[in-house]
Structures are given as C-alpha cells and as structure tokens.
C-alpha cells in the first residue's frame, strides 16, 4: 500500500506499507478510539494518507463512514445530529469553525462519544472552550503518514486533568502509545535528558518502509530503524511530550532560537483571533524577523499594533513579531491544515517584486 504525505512541507512524498504494518496499525487505533460496529464516524478529511486509514479501518470493523465532503462546519454539524454520528476527529482550524458556526447551539450532540483532534498544535485555551462547548470526551492525536496512525495520545483523562490540576499537559502530544518507541535526540542521534529539546524520533512494528522510488529521502528519514520527524520536541519527567516546532520552521532572530507555536498560542489567546501562523522571513539585521498572519472572529476587529502590545504581556520581547498582517484566510492544504510554505512563498514573491520595481526605477 501507498499512501501519500499532506505535503505540508515540501512536495507530497508517497509512503510505502507492507500489510502486516498496515493491518497492526488499524487494529491498534481501533482499540484506543473504541471503534466497533455501533461507531459511526464523521469523517471530514479527504481519503489520503491517515484518514484514509480511518476509511479502511472502519470498514473492518464494520463501523459506519458518515462523509462530510468538501468542508463545511454547518454540513458536519447538520450530519451529527441527522446521522446520529458517534466519533470524529478534526483538524484544529475544522474545530475552530465549528466553535463560530451559528448552528453549534442547536446541534443535538447527544450520539457523540469522542471528538479527537490532530494535525497540529491547539492552543490550550481553544481545547478548554470546545471541552465546554461540546461537554464530550477530547482525545488529542499525533502520529504521521510514515507511521500510518498515532504515536502519541493525550487521553480524555489527561484532558481533565489538564483542566483540573495540571494546565500545562493541554500543551502537551500527550504520552507514546504501548507500541511505539519515541526518543528525543541531539543532532549527533543521542538521547536528551527530560526538559531538553531536541528532534524527536520514533520507532514502531507499524511504520513505513520507505518513500516510493525515493531511497535519498527514505534514508534521511530512516536511520537504524528510528523514524527521524522533523520535530523539535522535549518529554517531562511524567513521559508528555511537548512539540516546540518542525525544525524547518525554528526561527532565529538576532541570535536567539523562536519557536513559531509558542507564539502562535501567545496570539491565540486574544479574543479577537480565529487562526494565526507565524513564520520566519529573511532579514539584513537579525537574520530572520518574526512575522506573523492571522484571521479574525467574525463580527470581531482588532489592529496590529493592539496584537504586538498583547504579545508584549505574554511573551519576551523579542519574540514579539515585528509585523502581524491580518488576511481573511489563511492557505490550507486539503486535510485543513495550515501552509506555511505557502505563507513563505508570498512574501517572497512580495519581496521579489519590490525589488523588480526598485531596479526598475534605478
């Protein structure tokens, strides 16, 4: 089996499956998600690399698909209540507009046992709203394409514990599953102590083989067995794992390390903002400047400037970007999630043109 990655940072890259990995990795989910033949799932994602595995698993287990389609917070609430739909998992800006959706108070939630969310990072203060919101179980899901399924879980009961007594873990990818082997490492592949941050690898009986007519990239990512992410991540003493970024997306700005999400949740805090990226740009004096762009609640309005003083009271100053454009959508790729890349490639294409004008005019 092939299945294709989101391409959420670079070109899709074709993830190559021996069945007997593919056939743990469906039995294993099924097992942690209480899939079986009274699940109706919503499935909300295009049929592509996980949820395609979502797919075929509930096929096996003679689960009932409910399909949304092309997204639409309104369709995905309207199905809930008509198809009486048991589980979903949603990628955070999917929640986000289903927290805004007009129709979510009179949406009948009472078939609902479990919303799972997943792609990437959820500020914590939107994983307490929709906690309160849909008063339902919340399993948070990492894993990857090369992995075909989760590595890691932050479990109901890790939710509520959040909520209760430990705030910090809602920030958290929650703890390695049984059947998953994660370590966090320094350049050299070795182990970090707790509270480092370091790459984060995993090793698992359901991972890939290799990308399809692709040995290079098979062998970047595949050494001595270990699955090599692309994450920076570190582990508390409890064993939760906490993602700081995708290492290609770590910005150094005038000789200090920013991590895009700690900057993101600090943005997402205000009431005003409904999605937000923040992205690394070159620039002359400090390398690279902190540039964000977000999207606003509707009916809601807010400034730039009125966003930098509200980073200000969040975070050290200088993670505080240095510009904040506010754009009516933010580029996603078709499972949801937010493209960065895209983001870069605009104000490249921006910053090349201004300097065709310049040389122009001189």
């Known amino acids: 089996m092939i299945a294709y990655t989101t391409g959420s940072t670079g070109l899709p890259k074709g993830a190559v499956y021996p069945h007997g990995a593919f056939l743990q990795s469906i039995l294993y989910t099924a097992m942690l998600e209480g899939i079986d033949p009274s699940t109706r799932w919503l499935h909300t994602m295009p049929a592509a690399g996980v949820p395609l595995m979502h797919m075929i698993r509930n096929l096996f287990h003679a689960a009932a698909t409910v399909i949304v389609g092309p997204w639409s917070a309104e369709q995905a609430l309207f199905l809930i209540g008509r198809e009486h739909t048991t589980n979903v998992v ?41 906690m ?19 590595s890691m879980m932050l479990f109901p009961s890790d939710h509520e514990l959040g909520i ?43 991972q890939f083989s290799g990308y399809w007519n692709a040995p290079e990239k098979s062998a970047e990512v595949i050494k001595d067995g270990w699955i090599y992410t692309g994450d920076l991540a570190s582990r508390d003493e409890a064993g ?21 999400t700690e900057v993101e949740n600090a943005l997402a805090e205000h009431p005003a903002i409904s999605e937000v990226a923040v992205i690394g740009l070159p620039d002359e004096r400090y390398g690279e400047r ?31 970007p240095k510009r904040i454009d506010i754009w ?32 122009d005019k001189s």
């Open 90 to 130: 949603l990628v955070p800006t999917m929640l986000n507009s289903l927290l805004e959706s007009s129709m979510l108070e009179r949406t009948d939630m009472s078939s609902m046992r479990l919303f799972g969310y997943g792609a990437s990072s959820l500020p914590p203060k939107t994983i307490k709203k929709a």
């Open 132 to 150: 309160k919101a849909f008063d339902r179980p919340f399993l948070q899901m990492f894993g990857t394409t090369e992995l075909m399924g989760m």
């Open 164 to 206: 209760t007594t430990r705030p910090e873990i809602l920030g958290s990818a929650g703890k390695p599953l049984p059947f998953v082997d994660v370590k966090v490492v320094d350049g050299d592949g070795r182990s970090l102590p707790s509270g480092e941050t370091g790459e984060l690898i995993v090793r698992s009986d359901t």
């Open 240 to 260: 939760y794992v906490y993602l700081s970024d995708r290492a290609k997306f770590r910005i150094r700005s005038g000789g200090y390390d920013v991590f895009p």
């Open 290 to 320: 902190i540039h964000a762009v977000v999207t606003t609640v509707p009916g809601k309005t807010v400034t730039s400037d009125e966003l930098r003083e509200f980073c200000r009271n969040k975070i050290a100053a200088f993670k505080v």
């Open 328 to 359: 009516t959508e933010i580029p996603k790729g078709p499972t949801g999630k937010i493209q960065k890349r895209a983001i870069i490639e605009h104000f490249a294409s921006e910053a090349a043109s201004r300097q065709a004008s310049s040389d």
